[in-house]
């Protein structure tokens, strides 16, 4: 199912920070996979030389297993650097959407996206009413969320009393409760990882070794 509106825009601004967040990171690791692979070659090629007379195929050895050394050494800070990018970028995803939370225009126009969206899953057939459940703090924005989504697409929304033990975001679930659409900020954080790991994999890291 497609992300409502507002977390594509959510996507987008987490992409466009994801660069940025690890240049530092990224340029810093690449400099010393290079010191490493240039400290390898140098020291495989001093002792190629000093036993290439006597003892060539043994040196020609030895120098291989150094630059292969070296080359798997920078192949795992890279990897390393990588994963580092990628948590960061993770942890500024979480603070947008909890930043958005302190926004109760920005929040409440969230949740209601998240409520249509969720509609068309969790209501039957001829049905135009679902239940929604938050955390304890945020009911009250849920229920004018709930209200507007009313107005403009002619739904019924129920927002349920219970609060939902959730950090942020809600759970819309069908009239008898069979059905559910998690759009809590766990879930959606979930939905973000595969895309913002291919977005370090592919775009951050252009051109180096997986």
């Given amino acids: 199912m497609p992300l409502p509106d ?3 825009l959510l996507c987008l601004a987490i992409k466009k920070r994801a660069t940025s967040q690890g240049e530092k990171i990224l340029e810093k690791a690449k400099k010393e996979a290079q010191r490493i692979l240039s400290s390898g070659l140098r020291e495989a090629e001093r002792e190629l030389e000093a036993k290439r007379l006597e003892l060539k195929r043994q040196a020609f050895q030895d120098a291989r297993r150094k630059t292969d050394g070296a080359e798997l050494a920078a192949r795992r800070m890279i990897m390393a650097a990588r994963e580092e990018i990628f948590k960061k970028v993770m942890d500024k995803a979480r603070d947008l959407l909890f930043e958005t939370r302190e926004k109760p225009e920005a929040y409440k126009a969230m949740v209601k996206s998240m409520i249509v969206n ?3 899953v969790v209501a039957g057939e001829g049905e135009g009413k679902v239940v929604v459940q ?4 945020d009911i009250p924005v849920i229920k004018e969320a709930a209200r507007e989504a009313e107005k403009d697409f002619g739904i019924e929304v ?4 219970q609060p939902a033990e959730i950090e942020g975001g809600i759970l819309v679930f069908s009239l008898d409760r069979r059905r559910m659409v998690d759009f809590s900020f766990d879930a959606l954080l979930k939905r973000l990882e595969p895309e913002i ?3 370090v994999a592919e775009k951050v890291f252009s051109g180096e070794g997986s």
């Fill in 6 to 8: 507002n977390i594509e």
């Fill in 118 to 120: 969720a509609l068309s």
């Fill in 134 to 137: 938050a955390p304890q703090r």
């Fill in 158 to 161: 129920e927002v349920d009393e």
């Fill in 197 to 199: 790991r291919a977005l």
